[in-house]
């Protein structure tokens, strides 16, 4: 095995302990807390694969504000300790049935497609890439109508959140 | 001599070589090694910032500072070490213990983080990675998820209090920081930190000083250094977020915040003051070390002494700031220096700074005139009238002498 | 590319365990008599009153949703900033329309009185 091939193990291995500690601990801030390393995990898995920029967008975005937000929301709501409620429902080895199978099905296509050898395409040079990216962004024949379509589109997320949160 | 880094760690592998170790051993040991040392190092110029902070300190108040401990309380610091090293680290009832003792130390690593990517001299930086500022931004927000973790681990209603009032802080004040820092990467046409210096044949400090300014007061407010230092304030909220935490692990807190501000004298030196970049620097990386450490403390000094010189700033005021006045103002700034650079591209580098500077100037005048007009800023004392506040009561007419 | 990476994980390992081995060596150190007094919640050094949980504004989550909104906006300029040298002007132009659109929101926000602090 080589290098990258353990360190890729032991990331995906801490993500995935962090994504079964959210859904399964007790205490809801304990959850945000977990959430927060599974998403550092899904970030230095980007950075495994050659895209640095989606990796540090990924800590800045999703931890730095989406996290932050959650936890300003769940303090928002009083009774933050340990939960009574059950926290499993009464029909998981249903639904556990069918995760094992969604997954198996999954894993069998992704074998049998016969892109399991393939070698990992070698992105180099970074600057280029994101230069590439912001050069796409404004290209009329490349993305400028979706970019402009996501600032409008952050706006309207904008005026519905101040809609909805803001009572004046 | 003259770049003694690369010397010492080709000697080095060498040696790790000669010894019949694999190569990405030896690569994975001297990584190792240069992280720790560049860490020791920001922890050193840490201690000897405790002790020029205090006499600068005492030396704008009208004071000595320290001059007990050792010639010139030159061993101050140490004192202080020795004394956080022996006192008690109290962890209260109730307090969530895993977040609480790893708030701190997630802390200072989020400080210690900033030192991989800050190139010191034309040949020595930690990591050249390309994406440096937004890497940067990433691990300071790692700092804010200490303090959360910090306030409500502690059991403590102000602590809670105080941890959300920074992270607000912190937040509104780190829009107009990222929207900062997009100036130098305009001008640079790279996000790496390296390139960034490499550009730098004019500083970014007269191509763009409103973003330098800007960049200046909101990492200040990130930081929570005064004026904005109202979560730390004791008259107003006892210690803040940190008020449950004693011994080494508020001593982590402390080192931190010092940290902090000396990595963002480092960032300004590096974005916008040229970095290692002086007279000599790319023939004697030494120098380049040198020049460097300089505006660095320059930075810090500057910093200390608006902290030393202003009083502190309501939070209303100061999230108004952010959000009305430094977003907006900063937006503008981006887009007049967009357009600018794009129409005046193949110009002369000299007709080019001038007419950068005189945009920036413009601008900067012309929020004058509107904060003038809307009279948020008070015209010039005017001249005191001569009306007595107080007047002697005439002695009675039937005093007799 | 990889390289540079290894130096930023294993910086990732090296600078928690600074202050870690900064915060153990005084557990060995340091006095530890604790007695109920000293571990008591710290307030104004009087008893404490109430739930220690306290009924936050809303203003916080406002603002972080404010900041959230700015910063994807922000992660969505940066390529376009790296890539300006290659631009032509109506990309630029382009750009700044990206920049208007949320500056108009900006305005609205504060128009609405969202900003002000509770």
């Known amino acids: 095995m080589s290098g990258m091939e353990i360190v890729f193990l032991i990331v995906a291995l801490v993500t995935l302990y962090a994504a079964l500690e959210v859904v399964t601990t007790n205490n809801l801030v304990h959850a945000a807390l977990w959430l927060i390393v599974t998403l550092f995990g899904v970030a230095a898995i980007f950075t495994l694969l050659s895209a640095p920029f989606l990796a540090v967008v990924q800590v800045m975005v999703y931890i730095g504000a989406i996290a932050i937000l959650m936890i300003f929301a769940i303090m928002l709501t009083r009774g933050v300790g340990k939960s009574d409620q059950p926290m499993v429902n009464k029909n998981w080895p249903v639904a556990a049935v069918f995760g094992f199978l969604m997954f198996f099905a999954l894993a069998l296509m992704l074998i049998f497609s016969g892109r399991g050898n393939d070698p990992m395409p070698v992105i180099t040079d970074n600057g280029a890439t994101i230069s590439a990216l912001g050069l796409a962004l404004v290209t009329p024949t490349g993305y400028v109508l979706p970019f402009e379509l996501a600032s409008v589109l952050l706006l309207a997320a904008l005026i519905g959140a101040i809609y909805v949160a803001w009572r004046k | 001599m003259s770049d003694p880094i690369h010397l010492i760690s080709t000697w080095f592998r060498e040696l790790l070589l000669g010894w019949g170790l694999a190569p990405l051993l030896v690569q994975i040991i001297m990584y190792f090694i240069g992280a720790i040392v560049i860490s020791l ?18 030396r704008i108040q009208d004071r000595l500072g320290p001059n007990r ?33 790893l708030a701190p130390v997630i802390s200072v690593a989020s400080v210690l983080l900033i030192w991989a990517v800050v190139p010191f001299a034309a040949t020595v930086v930690g990591a050249d990675i390309h994406v440096g500022i937004l890497y940067i931004v990433a691990v300071g927000t790692f700092g804010i998820v200490a303090i959360l973790m910090a306030g409500w681990s502690s059991n403590n209603k102000f602590a809670l209090l105080g941890a959300a009032r920074a992270v607000a802080q912190m937040v509104s004040y780190e829009v107009p920081m990222v929207l900062a820092l997009l100036i130098p990467t305009l001008l640079a046409g790279s996000m790496g930190v390296t390139s960034i210096v490499a550009a730098q044949d004019v500083w970014f400090v007269v191509l763009a000083p409103i973003a330098a300014l800007v960049f200046l007061i909101t990492s200040m407010a990130e930081v929570g250094r005064a004026p904005f230092d109202l979560l730390e304030a004791e008259s107003e909220i006892v210690a803040g977020f940190h008020t449950e935490y004693s ?67 309501r939070i209303d005021h100061m999230l108004g700031f952010s959000w009305k006045f430094l977003t907006p103002l900063i937006l503008v700034v981006l887009m007049v220096t967009a357009l600018l650079v794009k129409m005046m591209e193949g110009a002369n580098i000299w007709i080019f700074s001038i007419v950068m500077l005189a945009a920036n100037i413009l601008i900067g005048w012309v929020v004058v005139l509107i904060l003038k007009r809307m009279e948020l800023m008070r015209p010039k004392r005017q001249k005191f009238e001569g009306r007595p506040v107080a007047v002697a009561p005439k002695p009675p007419a039937s005093a007799n002498s | 590319m990889i390289d540079t990476w290894l130096y930023i994980g294993i910086f990732f390992l090296v600078a928690p365990l600074i202050p870690a081995v900064a915060i153990l060596v005084p557990k060995l150190v340091a006095p530890r008599k604790p007695n109920p007094i000293k571990l008591d919640t710290y307030e104004c050094g009087l008893e404490t009153v109430g739930d220690s949980q306290v009924q936050f504004h809303i203003q916080y989550y406002i603002f972080a949703l404010v900041f959230l909104i700015f910063d994807i906006e922000a992660v969505f300029l940066f390529p376009w900033a790296v890539a300006f040298n290659q631009l032509a002007l109506y990309m630029v132009v382009e750009g700044i329309l990206f920049i208007l659109i949320l500056l108009a929101g900006l305005v609205y926000a504060w128009r609405k009185g969202v900003l002000e602090w509770a």
């Open chain 2, 41 to 58: 190092v920001a922890m050193g110029v840490v201690v000897i910032l405790i002790w020029v902070e205090r006499k600068i300190a005492g």
């Open chain 2, 69 to 101: 401990a050792g010639p010139f309380g030159l061993l101050q610091p140490i004192a202080d070490i020795i004394k956080i090293f022996t006192k008690e680290m109290i962890t209260p009832n109730g307090a969530d213990k895993i977040p609480f003792n």
């Open chain 2, 247 to 313: 011994g080494m692990k508020f001593g982590m807190f402390y080192v931190g915040e010092f940290l902090h501000v000396f990595t963002i004298g480092a960032l300004i030196a590096t974005f916008f003051l040229g970095g290692w970049r002086g007279p000599g620097a790319e023939t004697y990386p030494i120098l380049g070390f040198v020049y460097f450490y300089a505006k660095a403390f320059l930075g810090y000094f500057i910093i200390t002494w608006v902290r030393l010189s202003l009083p502190r700033i």
